[in-house]
């Protein structure tokens, strides 16, 4: 369940189930704001941490798929143009990894759009609580803008 930004108030957070996207939508609400609550920070940084590496498994195997589709397609064109006779077996592989991989490529590029959404959502409502990521040294932090303090930092 995902909700349009005009949606965001604070009735309709408060009527959002206790797990899953409400610790990725609540964050306009009033526990940021009295900045007492770090667990609530951390929670956040490893909600967008585990999408970020969602979105890189995904990607790579975006990657292997989108590979094995430009492999079999060349080897594939390779042997009609040159007239070599390949085992028919060969052939029923070739085409089976082709299709199979095609498939893949199209499952995960449709993955990787979704997931790219959901970070960039998650990014945006960081930025606009005037906080930002920063990414050093193996950390994950999340700086208030205003006064560049760290409020709560994870490891990679």
Not at 11 to 19: C, D, G, R, V
Not at 30 to 49: C, H, M, P, Y
Not at 77 to 102: D, K, M, P, Q, R
């Amino acid at each position: 369940m995902f909700l349009r930004k005009d949606e965001l108030s604070s009735s309709a957070i408060a009527k959002l189930p206790a797990q899953g996207v409400s610790t990725l939508v609540n964050l306009t609400g009033a526990a940021q704001n009295d900045g007492t609550s770090n667990d609530v920070w951390i929670k956040r940084l490893e909600g967008f941490k585990s999408v970020q590496n969602k979105l890189l498994s995904h990607s790579r195997a975006k990657a292997v798929s989108g590979s094995l589709v430009m492999l079999c397609a060349a080897v594939g064109l390779f042997s009609l143009s040159s007239l070599i006779t390949i085992n028919e077996y060969a052939v029923l592989a070739l085409t089976i990894t082709f299709g199979l991989s095609s498939v893949s490529y199209l499952v995960t590029a449709i993955f990787c759009i979704f997931i790219t959404k959901q970070r960039d959502y998650i990014k945006i409502q960081f930025f606009e609580s005037n906080h930002e990521l920063e990414a050093v040294e193996q950390k994950l932090s999340l700086v208030e803008r205003g006064s560049n303090k760290v409020v709560a930092a994870i490891s990679l």
